[in-house]
Structure formats: C-alpha cells, structure tokens
C-alpha cells in the first residue's frame, strides 16, 4: 500500500468557538476567549471526521519569537 502525508493548515479556531460561545467578537479580550474554546473544538472535529478513514491526525504549534 502506498503511504501518503497530508498537511492541512486551518485557521477556524475562532469560527468554531463562535458556536460554542456566543460573544462580542469585536473585544480581542473574547476574540481570544472564543479562540481557546475552539481550537480544541476543531481539533475533536478533525479527529472524527479522519478516524472514519483510518488518518492520524495531530496537532502542531509553532511560534517565532522576534527579539
């Protein structure tokens, strides 16, 4: 069987915490709330829909750090 990877970059952290925690997004204070709440939303969702087909899913954090 042949191996394939898959890299998919998503940035609806804030567009699934809205449905979880309906707030003002306009603070950056609850725009960061909301943020927190759905990246592990999105996460669990991913896992669900890549579990069907058998797909490790993971997730990485990347950060740069300016000096």
Do not use: D
């Not at 069987?1 to 449905?19: F, M, Q, R």
């Not at 899913?57 to 950060?63: G, L, N, S």
């Amino acid at each position: 069987s042949a191996e394939n990877e898959i890299i998919l970059v998503s940035s609806g952290a804030v567009a699934a915490g809205y449905t979880k925690l309906s707030i003002v997004k306009s603070r950056i204070g609850n725009k960061q709330a909301i943020a927190a709440v759905g990246q592990p939303y999105l996460m669990s969702v991913y896992k669900n829909i890549f579990t069907r087909i058998h797909a490790f899913t993971q997730e990485i954090h990347h950060q740069t750090i300016k000096v």
